[in-house]
């Protein structure tokens, strides 16, 4: 595999926990949806998309923290859709140690969708994400991505593997994003790969 940060610092002490978690420990992330009590299987077989989308949308107004247990969740057409533009500043942490988002199929697993212009996409990245612990695996489908990101500031992937993905992580229009301690295996084209809008919408600046 492709090692792209080889440090780790263990966040179980609490003076060494990320941002993020202190932000749930202490209020500042509004909502919390746990995807298994939004009837989400996670035994790789059941299709969670549903189930999961759900769970975002429960949190997508006011951002929080999604919650992924242990287990595998098999999703399809059309992935799990994250918000666009907010309405105000909002945050969403999705946290899924010992989870693996699995497709079969070619979409993007966990995604934002592109936005129709620059001034769409400005408003874009007011909704920031923190995503930790989760494993992607794919069965190499030509455009099969793991986490497809569009228009965000400050992103972090954290503690993540993209596997037999076609794309691992793409980050388009991605600012100040901050990958740390992920690693890839056998995805087809990128593991990793980042690039301007330029092109993709109306207005997007190149690079």
Excluded at 156 to 168: I, K, L, M, P, Q
Excluded at 180 to 207: I, M, Q
């Amino acid at each position: 595999p492709t090692i792209i940060a080889a440090t780790y610092t263990d966040p179980t002490p609490s003076s060494q926990l990320p941002q993020q978690h202190h932000d749930v420990i202490h209020g500042k992330l509004i909502g919390w949806a746990d995807v298994k009590e939004f009837g989400a299987v996670g035994d790789g077989v059941t299709n969670d998309t549903g189930r999961i989308q759900a769970a975002v949308d429960s949190i997508a107004a006011t951002g929080g923290a999604l919650i992924f247990p242990p287990g595998t969740y098999l999703v399809g057409t059309p992935g799990i859709i994250l918000p666009g533009a907010p309405s105000g500043l909002k945050r969403m942490l999705v946290s899924g140690y010992g989870a693996t988002i699995k497709a079969t199929t070619a979409i993007s697993m966990i995604k934002r969708n592109t936005p129709p212009d620059m001034t769409n996409a400005g408003n874009m990245l007011n909704y920031q994400f923190h995503f930790e612990g989760l494993n992607f695996l794919g069965d190499a489908d030509s455009g099969q991505i793991g986490l497809d990101l569009w228009a965000t500031y400050g992103a972090t992937v954290r503690d993540c593997w993209f596997e037999d993905c076609d794309v691992g992580f793409r980050n388009t229009f991605g600012l100040m994003t901050r990958i740390d301690s992920c690693l890839e295996k056998r995805c087809v084209t990128h593991g990793f790969y980042s690039r301007s809008g330029n092109g993709l919408w109306s207005g997007a600046s190149a690079p």
